[in-house]
């Protein structure tokens, strides 16, 4: 295996990149809540196209409407 040996002041830390950091974890933080956005709202649709007899257009208008209500509140 190869050495890894690696000069870090303990008192200091090792030197980061916190802006990227914060940069990173907040775009994770944004693909995480619009992901869970969409998913709910399609599942929201399929129910209403499958289950309630609104078909496909009901389906896809219901989606459609949940995205942009999403858009507005979040």
Do not use: C
């Not at 990227?20 to 974890?25: F, L, P, R, V």
């Not at 998913?39 to 609104?54: E, S, T």
């Not at 896809?60 to 858009?71: H, S, W």
């Amino acid at each position: 295996m190869a050495d890894q040996s690696y000069d870090v002041n303990h008192e200091d830390g090792a030197p980061m990149d916190y802006p990227q950091h914060e940069e990173t974890y907040s775009l994770f933080l944004w693909m995480t809540k619009w992901g869970i956005l969409f998913n709910v709202a399609l599942l929201v649709a399929m129910a209403v196209g499958f289950f309630m007899g609104g078909g496909f257009l009901g389906g896809t208008l219901t989606f459609i409407i949940l995205m942009i209500v999403a858009r507005i509140v979040a």
